[in-house]
């Protein structure tokens, strides 16, 4: 989103930090042997919440049951592992997460959900991936297009209530003063909902994340990722409570596994660039 807020999301001093990343990655207790941190809605669980079909961050390990997996969801896991809590994972759409965490469902929300103004007036947020929002199109289409007015009169999909979304509409909007044709939009629960409708011609893409843009590129030879049409400097977050006594809690615990490598290794694992990994000093502008 465009003025975004300067987020600084550090704690303490330097010698503080350490001294409390110590003390939580030496924690000895094993999930679910206490009621664990202040601020957790149940005790000795940590409810994480995730929004599907979005691999490699957050999807369902077969596909379409069994085990969710992903980068976001077992480093929420090794979140609570520091805390010495079980880390249940609750499944919902995207556009309820923060409802959720304001309800008291969720006390994690870790999600592929960029940090933005709207979002950080209402929840804590932690930075933890670099991203941006990114076109995917049919391949035959994707010959045709090397700037943004060239989306014009396209049919494209996103994932509702993202800032993909807005990206679309705002390209639309100078699509139309351009005097060009304005892009046709629908909305899904998750953008790779549309995949069938692109592959049927009913939509000639899809906006997501690079993420996701680049999963989608490796994995389907007839789905070809277009960069450089949208921004590309975003931050996913890690999402509690505005004002949540588990807040920092979180803070701590997602610093120490940046500190001691867990989150790059995740992401090499899942096939993510172990560079776009936040630092513990990362600022979100």
């Given at each position: ?6 987020i600084?999301l ?29 601020g957790?809605?149940?005790?000795g669980?940590l ?18 049951s ?7 969801v077992d ?6 592992k520091?805390?010495g ?5 609750n499944?919902?759409?995207?556009d ?7 309800s ?5 929300a ?18 933890v ?13 994707a ?7 060239d ?6 999909a996103?994932?509702?209530?993202t800032e ?5 509409k705002e ?8 005097g060009?044709?304005e ?5 899904y ?7 069938p ?19 989608l ?7 070809t ?6 921004p590309?400097?975003?931050?996913f977050?890690a999402?509690?409570?505005?004002g949540s ?5 979180i ?5 120490t596994?940046i ?5 790059a290794?995740?992401?090499?694992q899942?096939g ?14």
């Amino acid at each position: 989103m465009r003025n975004r807020a300067k987020i600084l999301l550090g704690i303490g001093t330097a010698a503080g930090l350490a001294m409390s990343l110590t003390a939580c990655s030496s924690g000895g207790s094993a999930p679910g042997s206490d009621s664990g941190p202040a601020g957790l809605h149940e005790a000795g669980v940590l409810n994480d919440c995730v929004a599907l079909s979005y691999e490699p961050l957050e999807y369902y390990e077969n596909g379409t049951s069994g085990k969710v997996v992903g980068w976001d969801v077992d480093a929420a896991r090794e979140v609570g592992k520091i805390l010495g809590v079980e880390t249940k994972v609750n499944v919902m759409d995207f556009d309820g997460l923060i409802p959720g965490l304001q309800s008291g469902k969720c006390d994690l929300a870790w999600s592929g959900m960029y940090i933005n103004d709207q979002r950080v007036q209402v929840t804590d947020a932690v930075p933890v991936l670099r991203t941006g929002s990114e076109v995917v199109l049919k391949s035959d289409v994707a010959k045709k297009v090397k700037e943004q007015l060239d989306l014009c009169g396209l049919r494209l999909a996103a994932q509702t209530g993202t800032e993909d979304e807005t990206h679309i509409k705002e390209a639309s909007d100078k699509c139309a003063a351009a005097g060009k044709p304005e892009i046709e939009i629908t909305g899904y629960p998750g953008s790779v909902d549309a995949i069938p409708a692109i592959r049927s011609g009913k939509l000639d893409g899809l906006v997501d994340t690079t993420v996701l843009a680049a999963n989608l590129g490796k994995k389907n030879d007839d789905l070809t990722p277009v960069p450089g049409l949208f921004p590309s400097d975003y931050w996913f977050g890690a999402f509690t409570d505005k004002g949540s006594e588990l807040s920092p809690e979180i803070e701590k615990a997602i610093h120490t596994l940046i500190e001691n490598g867990t989150l790059a290794k995740l992401a090499e694992q899942y096939g993510l660039n172990p560079d776009d990994v936040a630092k513990v000093d990362t600022k979100t502008s």
